[in-house]
């Protein structure tokens, strides 16, 4: 496991999260879709923080709603935020997307999307989100 810039325990983790937010972001989980409200349109501008620890990840211009139930952008912010990893699990191949700051699983990127900029859909769990509008 690479070195992060915030490493917790597992039980300062669970002190911190939310079940849910436990399962999904250190437990590579994954929500039911469209449970969470951010799988429709973006509420604002602003940035997706990760829930976990508070990197800014996705801002709110890459957002498109993409029908699959969970948040999609086509694209990370700038600054090397996210990392991509070749995820083998039930039987795929798939390349898992983590944040880069704690190592919180966030979900899945897909060569799915050729309507957007870059043809990405990195599929996020809306569980591993927070929501920070931009000051007015």
Not at 57 to 72: I, N, Q
Not at 73 to 79: D, I, K, L, P, R
């Amino acid at each position: 496991m690479p070195n992060r810039e915030i490493e917790k325990t597992d039980a300062e983790w669970r002190a911190q999260l939310t079940p849910e937010e436990y399962r999904v972001l250190r437990q590579a989980g994954t929500e039911r879709p469209f449970t969470h409200e951010f799988w429709k349109e973006s509420p604002a501008q602003g940035t997706y923080e990760c829930a976990a620890c508070g990197t800014g990840l996705f801002r709110d211009t890459a957002k498109f709603f993409s029908a699959c139930g969970w948040p999609a952008f086509y694209q990370a912010v700038e600054g090397d935020r996210v990392e991509e990893k070749v995820d083998m699990s039930h039987g795929m191949r798939r390349v898992e997307v983590v944040c880069k700051t704690c190592g919180s699983h966030l979900g899945h990127v897909f060569e799915d999307a050729p309507h957007t900029p870059t043809g990405f859909r990195y599929c996020i769990n809306g569980v591993c989100l927070k929501f920070v509008p931009d000051p007015a």
